[in-house]
């Protein structure tokens, strides 16, 4: 680095891991510092705007060489300059930028989920530690070659991003991770394996009609009906209910298919009941997500008629 | 050939696979029946015989003979024609390109897992060049464009529910 | 027209005012029919989905012809199919689309301001009645050597767009219209006689400082910095304040020039005042944009001290 004419300053390595050492050196060509040729030169270096002292002496080709050795480097970004003294004054004849950080840190809880209006995978992860270092983050998958594909880079530093329809291959297995990279190193995410309708996020079902079953039984029927996008989906949903005065939700789990109705007896009569369901794609991973619970829907069962 | 559980997966995936692109594929005929207001194939029967219209073959997967790989074969040679075929589609509903698109995508993906899946069973495969070259039908007049249209989703439809009962019958030959 | 095989429609015009007459007609060249040569011809026509009478007569070399004629064809796009009989069912033959609607309104209110952000000339003007038929608008200006140019192209049915600083001439006048053409016409706006600079749209000024002056005046000083880029244009500003009883604005106008200080009396004393600023370029085109009042700042003017 440095300008190859009066002075140049050249660091190894230019950048290093957070507190370890930093050699620098800088070459004086008197003859081409115009306005310095008689003076004696005196070499000073400046980590930013600190004084810090480094070894001069003679170099080849009339030269005048000092070196420089910051055992412990624990700026993340500075700049060391390399000046004369001259008439007084500290001129600054050369500079070079230092960085410090760390390797990137291993991102890690990876998840994803297809949104069924574009069928875009969007993808979240957590970033770990700052590695105080420009680091590129990218979504990769591999592709039908085996070969890594850049699925898709995360804005301004955010930490999800969204691989869209065009390059994803649905109903088949794909090996998804996060990699990020800096100057001192490149670190991978867990790769998950996923067939991208697998994580498909559905909207919730609607609630359409609930009614007691008549001649006095304790059971309710339930109309509902999935959202729109999923026609050609084998479900697997779940109600909840809950009367004002019970403590927790009641959960029927395993309503499926693509029936849209379903009954369940055990309600007390006369009484107000919420009434919330969701649903999930029915497939073997276990990392399908649940829709969100619809709209709640209330309804009160009917009255016990007066026995005898 | 049918017992092994990875087609299992394969097949329960791609039977819900091909009910999604025959859902979209009657979205498309039905924004065909709105804006263009052609419905009804049996008001068009006289004016289909002045239009040549691709129609893939299917029979392999018809024939109580049935055989996976010939009938795999022919599905996959048939979402190429209609792949191809879907640019006529695209021209004449310049509104919905993107409807389009994702259908051609979902087409290009069902017929890979299939490939992929033969591959796996060592069964013999075609490997189509990405481009699909074949030319495009040209029409006499925009009326016949449209009804080219029409018959080419009609077609597909049903090679659609061919290809789907083909699925379900090879599910049904072995225990889930 | 239709197909020139079994079945062919002619409809004139094709695009026509709404309300006007359209006459069609429909041959049929039985031989090129498969399917229809024994059958008797009767061709019927339908208008969208709805059933429309037409005259049937031989034509000339075998062929069936029907004439249609629709005294006042009021919707702004329909088709006119024409069909024959056959089996029980009624065949599609041939089709022709018919759009009806209105030459192009005249646009009005046409209005431009100059970004000094990036120079760019953003007109916006009333596009007018619905013509029902696609219609081109586009921005016109007068080009040095008298000839019509596009200055721009408003996307997707907007009324405004923006002619890029390559297109402009600045300070010079120029002469800007809106043309609109659809297939029954074309219409212009007004044209617009402007130099650039003159509709330049200016940020709003900001007030500095507000002082009273001393010694038991009424008047106060205040000081202003005008926008940014308008360094170079001589101004004409606005002051406008009020206390929090008064009913409406007072007003001071006549600020001009580059100084950024100006004083006004007449302010009761110990009260608190709001003022707010407004500038504009110095021109003598009465199409001058003000630019936004300024933020409001307030300032409670001194007590007046007991006398005697």
Known sequence: ?308 | LSGDQDFQLFLQRNLEFTRKIRGDVAALQRVVCDTLQLCKEEELVLVRQDLNIAQAPLEQCHKRTFQAETCFSQIRAGLRIYHGSLATIQALLPGHTRMVETLQLDMANLSSNIQQQMEDLGLATVTYPTENQDPLPTFSSNFHHQVGGFFILANFQRFLETAYRALRHLTSLCPT
């Open chain 1, 1 to 308: 680095g440095g300008t190859l004419g009066c002075a140049s300053v050249t660091v190894h390595p230019r950048i290093v891991p957070l507190g370890s050492a930093v050699t620098a050196s800088c070459t004086i060509q008197r003859e081409l510092c115009r306005g310095l040729q008689q003076e004696k030169v005196r070499i000073r270096w400046m980590l930013d705007s600190k004084l810090v002292a480094g070894s001069q002496y003679q170099g080849p080709g009339g030269t005048e060489v000092s070196n420089l050795t910051l055992p412990r480097f624990n700026h993340t970004h500075a700049r060391l300059w390399c000046c004369v003294e001259w008439n007084g004054t500290k001129q600054r004849l050369s500079m070079a930028e230092i960085r410090a950080g760390y390797p990137p840190a291993k991102p890690f809880n990876l998840s994803c989920a297809l949104n069924l209006s574009d069928y875009g995978l969007t993808c979240q992860w957590e970033q770990g530690t700052d590695s105080h270092l420009p680091t590129s983050v990218v979504l990769k998958y591999m592709g039908s070659r085996g070969e890594a594909v850049t699925g898709c880079t995360p804005r301004g530093g955010h930490s999800h991003c969204t691989v869209p329809r065009q390059l994803l291959h649905l109903y088949r297995q794909m090996e998804i991770w996060v990699s990020a990279t800096n100057a001192l190193g490149t670190a991978e995410s867990e790769h998950l394996c996923i067939d991208p309708m697998d994580v498909a996020k559905l909207d919730p079902p609607t609630l359409q009609s609930i009614q007691s079953i008549p001649f006095q039984t304790d059971c309710i029927a339930l109309a509902w009906d999935a959202a729109r996008g999923t026609e050609h989906m084998e479900l697997q949903c779940e109600l909840r209910y809950r009367a004002p005065e019970d403590p927790a939700w009641a959960l029927v789990t395993g309503i499926g298919g693509r029936a849209g109705t379903a009954q369940h007896c055990g309600f007390l009569f006369g009484t107000q009941y919420r009434f919330q369901m969701r649903c999930r794609r029915n497939s073997a991973s276990p990392l399908a997500h649940w829709s969100e619970w619809s709209p709640g829907r209330n309804y009160t069962t009917h009255e016990k008629a007066p026995t005898g």
